[in-house]
């Protein structure tokens, strides 16, 4: 099992940057592929970029391709999400999650856990 904390989120003018943080607790971190989701109001939950547990296979979204980047640390149990040229539609919180699986999916339901969510605000 694994706890999730999100970091980083805040506000940022349209084109600025924000680097989110996902600190994992528990001695199984490297075990898990990650993934990071964002909901925005009135809006499901959308898959945004994923990672497997040895960081070498990573996917993105289209709408964040080539403006995320997604990576991990697996001696500090961190997983980040570099994110550049942000546009006000990207405004949402930003959840940290983890399965238990050698490839990162992209559905909601096939992760097991998820952390509390972090706020970014991208204003135009």
């Known amino acids: 099992q694994v706890q999730l904390v999100e970091s980083g989120g805040g506000l940022v003018q349209a084109g600025g940057s924000v680097r989110l943080s996902c600190a994992a607790s528990?001695?199984?971190?490297?075990?898990?592929?990650m993934a990071w989701f964002r909901q925005a109001p009135e809006k499901e939950r959308e898959f945004v970029a994923a990672i497997s547990w040895s960081g070498f296979s990573t996917g993105y979204a289209d709408s964040v391709k080539g403006r995320f980047t997604i990576s991990r640390d697996n001696a500090k149990n961190t997983m980040y999400l570099q994110m550049n040229s942000l546009k006000p539609e990207d405004t949402a919180v930003y959840y940290c999650a983890a399965a238990r699986t050698l490839l990162p999916p992209k559905s909601t339901y096939e992760y097991a856990y998820w952390g509390q969510g972090t706020q970014v605000t991208v204003s135009s």
């Open positions: 528990g001695r199984t971190f490297s075990t898990y592929s």
